[in-house]
C-alpha cells in the first residue's frame, strides 16, 4: 500500500522540465490523431454489441413510429367470437397463432398490436424522461460547480435530500396526487432521476473550471456565459452523453414497473408494463405468453440501450469505471 | 477527521426533515382519505378521524408525527384498522408497549457488550506490546469492532423467529444474501477476466457480465416466474413461488436474481481495477524479483485493486437493501419494499412516512459509513481539508 502512494506521488512529482516535456509530447500526439468525435465514432464501430444494439434500437423506433402499419389490428379490437361454439371464458389468452401472433390479452385483444403500440409508450418515456432530467439536471450542476459557494451548498443539499428517497417514491407518490396520465409519468421519473446529473455535471465542472484554458479564457475577458457554453460544455459532453444513454433504459424500467404495480398509463392503451402485470395476474392458470412477450420486449429494449451506453462510455469515456450508478 | 464526522451528521438533519417534509406533505396531498374505502356514516368517520388525529391542521399533524417517531412510535397502521403499529409490522415490537424489551433495544444492549469486551481486550494487549494508540485503533480495534458487530448482526438477523419480526428482517436477509452472492460470484470472476485479459474466457465473462448488467433484478424476477411455470408445467412439478411466509431457502432464488446485476457491476469493477493496477511498475517489480505470477497477482495486485471496489461496496449495499422493492413485489415477500408500495396504493400515512424514513436512513447512514471507511483503507484521501462534499 505504502508502496503504490509512493509510486504514484513520484509520478506527479516529476521535475517541472520533464512534465513540460510530456505535456508537449502528449500535444503533439493529440495533434496527429483526428478529432476527438471522429475517434470516438471509430471506437463505437469497432464495437460489436454496441452496433447491435444500435441495429435493434433502430429497429424498435422504427416499429414505434409505423406502429399503425406493423401492428394488424387496432389495440382496442375485441376478438370474442359471438358464434363460436366455445363459450368466452376459453377464448381469453389465446395462445399464438397466425392471427394472432403473440396471442391474446384477458379481454381478448391481440397481444401484438397491444405491444408494437406499447413500445411508443417505453421509448417515448426514455427519451423524454432523459430530455427532462438534462434540463433539471444540466443547469443546476453548472451553477454549483462553477459558482460554488451558496448556490453549491444548497443545490448538493437538495440533491441530497433527493437521493435519499427511496427508489421510486418520489414516482410513486406523485403519481398518486396528480393521477396517471403518461404526461405526469414524464415528469414522475425525471423528478426522481435528476440529481445523478446534476451531481455528475457539477463533478465534471470541478475538475475543469481550474484548468488553464478556462483561466485564459477568463484573463483575456470571455464573459461567463460563454465559458460555460462554449469552453467548458463541450469537454463535459462525453460524460454526459454516457449518462443520458445510460437513463434512458433506466427510466424504461421505471416505467415499467411503475405500470406493473398498476400506477402509469393508460389500461386502454397500455404501456409493456401493464401488459407485463396483468399477465403476472393471469400466468398461472393460463398460457404464459401475456407475461413473457412484454417482458421479452423490456428486455430487449434495455439491453441494446445498455449495449450502446456501454460502447459509448468505452468509446467517449476511456478511463471512467462503472461505479456508482 | 472528527470535524468531519460532526459535519456530516449535521448533514443528516436536513436530510431527515426533507425527507419528512415532503413526504408528509405529497402523502396528504394525495386525493381521497384512507377511509373512503369503507362505508361509514359521517358521524363514525369524523370519529375515526378524531382519534387518528386527521382532523388536525396538516402542520400540527407533522409535528405530532416527528415527536411520536423520535419516540420509537411510529403509528398505528391504517390498512390494518389500527390493529397493527407501522413498527410492529416493519421490526415487530409495538412501539408504545414498554412492558417487554423491544428488539432493537436488546440488539443495542449486546452490541454495546461487545464493544466494551473488544475495546478492553485491545487496551490490554495496547499495555502490553506498547504501541502507540491511533495505529492500534486503525490497525486492530476498528476491524475487529466491525468484524464482530457485523457477524454479530447477520448471525440475529439469520436466526430471528419470523413470525415474531416484522418485514424489515426479510428484507436484510435478502440484501445480505444479495450481497453475498454479489461478493461470491463477482470478486472471482472479475479476476480471473483480468489475469486472462484478452482470452475467450475474459470475452466470455465480459459479455456475461454486460448482459447481467443491463437486465434489472425486476425483469429478471418477472423470467424466473415464466421459467419455475414452465419448469412446473413440463416436469409436473409443484415449485411454489410465492409463499406466504418466506423461509430463508425461499429468499435464495430472490436473493440471487436480486444481486445478479449488481455481481455484473461488481465483476466490470474489479476486472478493470486489476488490470489498472497490473500495469503499474511495482508489479512489473515484483515479477522480476522472481515471484511467481499467481502470487504477484494475488498478494500485491489484489490489495490494491480493492479500494476502488471497496468505495461501492457500501453503495451496493445500501442499494441492495433499498431495491429491494421491485423483487419484493415480483415474488411477493412481505419485506419493507412490499408494504412501502402497498401502502402508498392504500394511502397508509404512517406507513408510507415509516417505510420511506427507514429507507431514507439506511441510504444515508450507510453512505456515511462508507466515506469514513474509506479514508480508513485508503490513507492518501484526508477529510481534514474538507474539500469532500
Known sequence: MAKSTKERTDQADLPGAAAEAARTLQALSNKKSSSLWGDAWKRLRRNKLAMLGLIVMALLILMAIFAPWIARYETDQNFYDRNSPRPYSEQNYQPPSADHWMGTTGQNYDLWARVVYGSRISLS????????????????????GYFGG???????????????FP??????????????????????????TWPVMTRLVRGQILGLKNKEFVEAARAVGVTTPRILIKHILPNILGPIIVAVSFGVPEAIIIEAFLGYIGVSGDPAAPSWGRLISEGREAFQSNPPTILLFPTLMVVLTVMSLNFVGDGLRDALDPKQTNGRK | MGKYVINRLLQVIPVFIGVTLITFVMAHSIPGSPLTSEKLSESARKQIEASYGLNRPLYEQYFIYIFNFMRGDWG????????????EILF???????????????????????????AGLGLVWAQVKKVDWLGLFRSWLLPTVLLTLSAYLIFVIFTLDTSKAGGFLFSLRLGIMAFAFMLIVGIPLGIIAALKQNSWLDYTLTTIALVGFSIPSFVLGLLALIAVVLINAWLGT?????PSSPTTADLILPAILLGAREASIIARLTR?????????????????KGLNNQRVAIGHGLKNAFIPILTV?????????????????VFNIPGIGYYFVSSILVLDYPMILGTTVLYAMLVVFINLAVDLLYGYFDPRISYAKGSAA
Do not use: C, H
Not at chain 1, 451558496?150 to 435519499?164: E, L, N, Q
Not at chain 2, 409443484?238 to 410465492?242: C, K, V
Open chain 2, 272 to 288: 478493470s481495477s486489476m488490470l489498472e493496477v497490473i500495469r503499474q511498475d511495482y508489479m512489473r517489480t515484483a515479477q522480476a
Open chain 1, 167 to 192: 427508489y421510486l417514491l418520489l414516482a410513486l407518490l406523485f403519481l398518486s396526487i396528480f393521477g396517471s396520465s403518461i404526461a405526469w409519468v414524464y415528469v414522475a421519473i425525471a423528478i426522481s
Open chain 1, 150 to 164: 451558496w448556490f453549491d451548498i444548497i443545490i448538493m443539499r437538495i440533491t441530497d435530500i433527493f437521493r435519499a
Open chain 1, 125 to 144: 418515456v426514455g427519451l423524454i424522461v432523459q430530455a427532462i432530467v438534462l434540463l433539471i439536471g444540466l443547469p443546476l450542476g453548472l451553477i454549483a
Open chain 2, 92 to 118: 415487530g415490537y409495538k412501539g408504545t408497549e414498554t412492558s417487554n424489551t423491544p428488539f432493537w433495544l436488546q440488539l443495542v444492549g449486546v452490541l454495546a457488550v461487545t464493544v466494551v469486551v473488544v
Open chain 2, 76 to 87: 398505528p397502521s391504517f390498512e390494518r384498522k389500527g390493529t397493527q403499529t407501522v413498527t
Open chain 2, 313 to 329: 461496496l457500501g453503495d451496493r449495499l445500501a442499494g441492495l437493501l433499498t431495491g429491494s422493492v421491485t423483487i419484493e413485489r
Open chain 2, 238 to 242: 409443484n415449485f411454489s413461488i410465492a
